[in-house]
């Protein structure tokens, strides 16, 4: 099942998370993922989370893919980078859905 990734976050330190951006592209890949958006954030006219200066939509070919990507020991050094390099980070996973059906039942 396809899953969407949505991450929403400030940029701490544009250094740090330029290092993951450039080396989590292709593990990204071999895993199943694809970034499909990057937003900066334009206005906040409504919700409970405070705005977050980033925005971020991975598509997931699957969970699996995901945590697979998140815990593989071979990519330790890596996901320091994103943890220094961003702030008040929020990560949401969302099935794929092909309309509003099983969300209105």
């Known amino acids: 099942m396809a899953l969407y990734a949505l991450n929403l976050f400030n940029v701490k330190d544009g250094e740090e998370y330029a290092e993951y951006a450039r080396r989590a592209e292709e593990p990204l890949r071999q895993y199943g993922g694809k970034v499909v958006a990057i937003g900066k954030l334009d206005s906040s006219p409504e919700g ?3 705005p977050r200066q980033v925005m971020m ?3 997931w070919e699957s969970k699996e893919g995901i945590y697979n990507y998140v815990n593989d020991p071979d990519l330790e050094d890596l996901h ?3 943890e ?3 702030d008040d980070f929020v990560w949401h996973l969302f099935e794929k859905l092909e309309d509003l ?3 209105l039942k």
């Open 48 to 50: 409970d989370i405070a």
């Open 57 to 59: 939509l991975v598509e």
């Open 80 to 82: 320091p980078h994103r």
């Open 84 to 86: 220094l390099g961003v």
């Open 101 to 103: 059906r099983p969300v």
